[in-house]
């Protein structure tokens, strides 16, 4: 519906532990990179929409934080929090301004400093973001608990054992050495995986995403703009959405995220791709990995595999460049980090800098197709956005 | 986790942390009494970093007033849901409105206690707040009702539980803060 949307710009800040800087300051990093990548100015952007979670960090309106720093007074804005699925939600809403017509130009930037808080305390707030009083208050759970329960779940009815949860931290390593701007350079082995110590049974330390800080951010252009500033527009060809139940008790099954699938479905719909032999279409993914199993649900979600086949990808390292189709090569959120609110903007700069062949040499995917899909779930399989972005300029 | 583990276990993941707050809070007040600032460098990076010098403490209020009946049915040791009268929905954690229907005209229904784990996990990183419990683990079972229920599991050895295993809710008090709530108990058979 609507005009077409492209990507003209982005930015990324080094993610990792960042106690050199305070969230006004991370925004800005990679505003300013954003702004000088699509060669725009603040006069020129007529919105912008700030990602951010908070609670661990000081400031409880960043929208006006950021764009005080940012020099973007007086333009309009508003703060999305759709948990881990923030950033695509913020993305989904600067694409709506511009195919609405209401603006030309917008920014996007998703910004987290987590490390403003104690570990104890982000594991507190994280833990208390299922269903309050019926989930945390009672019983404690944790955000790897969460997933944990999804991971049982399917180890039972799959057969999929901790050593293949391990595959996925192993890949997602790999790629993150590659990465300058991932918070671990550094790659591991199954056998560190399965040494690491437990944080929610079966879920070790090496399954998890770290606490990160970081920010992401994209300029969003009408087509009119974006074939005046650039030669290689990345257009954002469909995004599809869906939410769940809070509480992961009032779910049918813990086999499967049911908003990915959903979120999915719509996207391929909107973007009238044929889902037999889905992975056809794309040429790399970037998808949620906050912890490795959800890594292996997101391949089944997205269609890539049927049920239960996941394993069967990642034991064959399908999922590197080479296989059938390569899956966070950024290093995902498990090596990259996940600065919650920042994590889908950078999916969508990962993937534009993977569509224009940007990325370091040996984490580039060859780009054939010149498609590429992002997953980002936010939540415990509570919200999801699927991304769909392309070369080629969609046909309305 | 054996008891002779649980007999060198030093101190909890509370006293751990209380313990590292504490002294990370002496050397704050040290460093601002000599130089007149909270001000300390990062322990890796050496990055400057301000102290907060104000607290938050949270402790919400949350109405149960329409729900008291579910809180009275734990202390006679009854579980219950609801049911909408009009179209049969069963409601679990219970709720007095029927979104389907638009209506609250529901009635109360003692649950049988038995079901089927669905699913668990052992939380061995506990939140802030949780701290000063053992390892827990958390289920989620599917009563006979059809109906699901999350709750702490009686069994922290994960080789001791599997999936589709039956188990049984028992309403008991959480100590050590003293409230009733429920847990599943697995039946060895
Ligand atoms: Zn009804």
Same mark, same amino acid.
């Given at each position: 519906m609507g005009r077409n949307v492209a990507i003209i710009g982005v930015g990324h800040s080094k993610f990792?532990?960042?106690? =050199?800087?305070n969230v006004a300051e991370l925004a800005w990093e990679s505003t300013k990179q954003a702004m000088e990548n699509a060669g725009v100015d603040q006069k020129d952007i007529d919105y912008y929409v700030t990602s951010n979670v908070g609670?661990?960090?000081?400031?409880? @309106?960043?929208a006006v934080v950021v764009g005080e720093y940012s020099d973007l007074v007086p333009k309009g804005t508003v703060r999305v929090e759709a948990a881990c699925a923030s950033g695509s939600a913020a993305l989904k809403l600067g694409h709506d301004m511009i195919a609405s017509g209401e603006a030309n130009i917008a920014l996007v930037v998703g910004v987290e400093k987590?490390?403003?808080?104690p570990t104890p305390t982000v594991v507190e707030f994280i833990g208390r973001a299922g269903n309050y009083f019926w989930e945390f208050e009672n019983f404690g759970l944790t955000f790897p608990g969460y997933y944990a329960l999804y991971a049982t779940a399917y180890m039972s009815k799959y057969g999929a054992t901790e050593e293949d949860l391990c595959q996925v931290a192993v890949k997602n390593h790999y790629y993150g050495a590659r990465n300058? *701007?991932?918070?671990f350079q550094k790659e591991i082995t199954v056998e560190e995986c399965m040494r690491s110590r437990y944080i929610a049974w079966p879920l070790k330390l090496l399954d998890c995403s770290p606490i990160t800080d970081g920010s992401a951010a994209i300029i969003l252009a009408s087509e009119e703009i974006a074939k005046k500033v650039t030669d290689t527009p990345v257009w954002i060809k469909a995004i599809g959405y869906a939410n769940d139940t809070a509480?992961?008790?009032?779910?049918?099954?813990? @086999?499967?995220?049911r908003a990915a699938v959903e979120a999915a479905k719509m996207a391929y719909k909107k973007a009238g791709? =044929?889902?037999? =032999?889905?992975?056809?279409?794309?040429d790399v993914a970037e998808v949620? =990995?906050?912890?490795t199993i959800a890594e292996l649900l997101a391949y089944e979600d997205l269609g890539?595999?049927? *049920?239960?086949e996941a394993v069967k990808l990642i034991r064959e390292k399908?999922?590197?460049?080479?296989?059938i189709i390569p899956v966070n @090569?950024?290093?995902? @959120? *498990?090596? *990259?980090?996940?600065p919650i609110a920042a994590t889908g903007v950078s999916m969508a700069v990962e993937l534009t800098k993977q569509l224009r062949q940007e990325v370091e040499r040996e984490r580039q995917a060859p780009i054939k197709k010149g498609m590429a899909i992002a997953h980002n779930v936010g939540g415990t399989g509570h919200y999801a956005y699927v991304t769909i972005f392309s070369l080629d300029k969609p046909r309305r | 986790m054996s008891a002779q583990q649980k007999v060198e276990k030093k101190k909890t993941q509370k006293e751990q942390t209380e313990e590292v707050t504490k002294q990370f809070n002496e050397f704050v007040e040290s460093i601002k009494k000599s130089t007149g600032l909270p001000i300390v460098p990062d322990m890796k990076s050496g990055a400057a970093q301000w102290i907060d010098q104000r607290e938050l403490t949270l402790k919400y209020v949350i109405s149960v007033d329409k729900i008291r009946k579910f809180f009275d049915g734990l202390i006679d040791g009854k579980l219950y849901a609801t049911k909408c009268k009009q179209c049969g929905t069963l409601y679990f954690p219970p709720q007095v409105d029927c979104p389907k229907c638009r209506k609250s005209d529901m009635e109360w229904i003692e649950l049988s206690n038995e079901g089927e784990l669905l699913t668990y996990t052992i939380?061995?990183?506990?939140?802030n707040s949780f701290s000063h419990y053992d390892d827990y683990t958390v289920g989620i079972a599917r009563l006979k009702e059809g109906i699901n229920i999350t709750a702490w599991v009686?069994?922290?050895?994960?080789?001791k539980l599997r999936v589709g295993m039956k188990v049984k809710v028992i309403v008991t008090k959480r100590e050590p803060e003293g409230y009733l709530t429920y847990e599943l108990e697995p039946l060895t058979s």
């Open positions: 990792g532990i960042r106690t =050199d800087v609670a661990w960090s000081s400031e409880p @309106l960043p987590m490390n403003e808080s300058p *701007k991932a918070q509480n992961l008790s009032r779910r049918d099954n813990f @086999l499967s995220l791709i =044929d889902e037999t =032999d889905l992975v056809k279409n794309f949620h =990995d906050c912890f890539f595999v049927k *049920k239960g399908q999922t590197y460049i080479g296989g @090569l950024s290093g995902g @959120l *498990k090596a *990259k980090g996940h | 939380i061995n990183v506990k939140p009686r069994e922290t050895d994960p080789k």
